[in-house]
């Protein structure tokens, strides 16, 4: 399996190339620098993205809080994730970087707030 | 008519002014307000919800709301007031006076002993450039739906095209299609993508979104609601090849073409404003051309990240507060920085002799170049020189100079190395 995969690292955004099975990177070149290397290999292997969005909250002068995954979560994952956020109401008062929803969809990472509503 | 004195009043309660006023604060500022028209300070961070701010000024990955909770919570603890709800209306740097309007106070006179303009930017509009075809609803700049999304909950469309290939524009095709919309096209006019090439990635090919570039809307269909877009490839002079024009049917137009310092209140006072930068023109102070008026974040230029505009609003809050303090010379020896070979414009773009300090010159370049070296001159004599890899118009450069010594404008250009 070959991979072309633009890097996000840093502005110049190497073209990468990996090649490898699915755990394993046998030939990674185009990289640059050593955080460009991780994250070739990272996005060939399992690819996983932050994902910000926002949850319904009664209670607050504003419609909406806003969240994130606290750590990245796998890509395949996120379409699942937004499901069980839109059917989550939260209720003030709530902290930035209160978990909303703890062990989404059994990542084993939590959604938290990004704001604080009382 | 209520009235309010304060050292350093600062207009807007963005990123820049939130930033301006702690510095004020740390320097001594004894009452620092901010004027904002929003329930709530923050600014525009409040509906940027994804990540990506922070890298460099917290050197860890934030969401605008994180970034703008940090300021804001910092702000209010060191004791900046802040007048919520209001629209000034007009300033009077002459008279130390600036006027604003709320519903809890109504007309408000604030006497301010400097100004810190912290207004920041608005969208360009679709009269802005001008796309044939009919009137219907269902076209947005993509910060108003943002908003609308973010923070109010409503949905603006289904089926999406997405004219402009900027930040926000490719922040907004992720957006909708996590939220279910089906994101058609990303249409771009130039030959290169306008925003970072991390958002089209993340934001476009991870959802498999077209990025059409060298493409431009030319022509609106619809009467009620948009019924479709008209799309054509442009030759090199940028206009549309008719040949090419196809019909993509979708019922929402984004628009992400570009913003536009919000000066408004600025050209009222007579302050000078760059033709260039759209903003009011300063030195490594910030400092307007009204001594007692300073300026900073996306007022002055229109940034991509907002870790330089906390940088350079604390210059402009440290030096406001400063000033109210008597602790600045008005007209010092002034020396202009001038635009070299691939350089658009650069800020701050007057420098105070008075200042030995160095100074880091923000620039954009006008093309992409790769291999190149930055370099700053006075007198024919080179001052700074810095190499970088690559230059693109949508992500801003930078170059440390040193001002001591200097006695002559300062020329900083972009020089393609040559490659052995």
Do not use: W
């Not at chain 2, 923050?42 to 940027?48: A, E, H, N, T, V």
């Not at chain 2, 009011?280 to 870790?307: E, K, R």
């Not at chain 2, 190149?372 to 230059?391: D, H, P, T």
């Amino acid at each position: 399996m070959k991979k072309d995969i633009i890097c996000t690292v840093c502005p110049v955004g190497c073209n990468i190339t990996v090649e490898g099975s699915d755990d394993e990177v046998t030939v990674i070149e185009g990289y640059s620098c050593k955080r460009g290397k991780e994250y070739g290999s990272q996005e060939f292997l399992h690819p996983v993205r932050i994902l910000t969005t926002t949850v319904k909250i009664e209670g607050a002068a504003e419609e909406l809080l806003p969240v994130r995954s606290e750590q990245p979560l796998p890509k395949e994952l996120i379409m699942d994730c937004m499901k069980v956020i839109s059917h989550t109401v939260v209720k003030t008062p709530v902290r930035r970087y209160d978990a909303v929803i703890p062990n989404i969809c059994n990542s084993g990472v939590d959604i938290v707030a990004t704001g604080s509503f009382e | 008519m209520y009235e309010v004195t304060c050292d350093v009043a600062i207009i807007g309660g963005g990123p820049a002014g939130l930033s301006a006023a702690v510095a004020a604060k740390k320097e001594g500022a004894e009452k620092v307000l901010i004027i904002e028209r929003d329930k709530n300070i923050g600014g525009i961070l409040q509906q940027c919800i994804h990540p990506g701010f922070g890298l460099s000024y917290f050197k860890q990955e934030l969401t605008g709301p994180e970034y703008a909770g940090r300021f804001g919570e910092e702000a209010l603890k060191l004791g900046v007031e802040v007048l919520r709800d209001s629209m000034v209306l007009e300033i009077d740097p002459g008279n130390q006076m600036i006027v604003c309007v709320s519903s809890e106070n109504g007309m408000t006179k604030v006497t301010a002993d400097s100004i810190v303009l912290a207004m920041g930017c608005r969208e360009k509009t679709r009269a802005n450039i001008r796309i044939p075809g009919t009137r219907p609803a269902g076209i947005y700049t993509a910060g108003a739906a943002q908003r609308l999304v973010n923070r109010q909950n409503i949905m603006v469309g289904k089926n999406v095209v997405i004219l402009g290939s900027g930040d926000i524009g490719m922040i907004m095709a992720r957006r909708m299609s996590l939220e279910g919309a089906k994101v058609l096209a990303v249409i771009e006019i130039m030959d290169f993508l306008a925003g970072l090439t991390r958002n089209k990635v993340q934001c476009l090919d991870d959802f498999g979104i077209p990025l059409k570039l060298s493409h431009t809307i030319t022509g609106i269909v619809g009467n009620e609601r948009v019924e479709g877009v008209y799309v054509a490839q442009v030759d090199e002079n940028k206009k549309p090849r008719k040949e090419t024009e196809e019909f993509i049917a979708c019922d929402t137009l984004l628009l992400s073409v570009g913003l536009l310092p919000e000066n408004e209140l600025t050209r009222k006072a007579q302050i000078s404003i760059s033709d260039v930068t759209n903003g009011p023109d300063v030195n490594q102070y910030m400092q307007t051309s009204i001594p007692s008026v300073f300026a900073c974040g996306n007022v002055v230029h229109v940034n991509d990240l907002v870790d330089n505009v906390t940088v350079e609003s604390m210059q402009a809050g440290k030096h406001a507060a400063r000033y109210a303090m008597d602790k600045i010379s008005d007209n010092p020896k002034e020396i202009q920085c001038v635009t070299g070979n691939n350089v658009r414009y650069l800020c701050p773009q007057r420098l105070r002799l008075d200042d030995q300090g160095k100074v880091k010159l923000f620039f954009r370049v006008l093309a992409p170049e790769a291999d190149v070296r930055l370099q700053a001159k006075s007198n024919g004599r080179i001052i700074a020189v810095k190499k970088e890899r690559l230059v693109n118009p949508g992500e801003m450069c930078s170059i440390q100079i040193p001002v001591g010594e200097l006695d002559s404008d300062v020329v900083v250009e972009v020089i393609k190395e040559a490659v052995f």
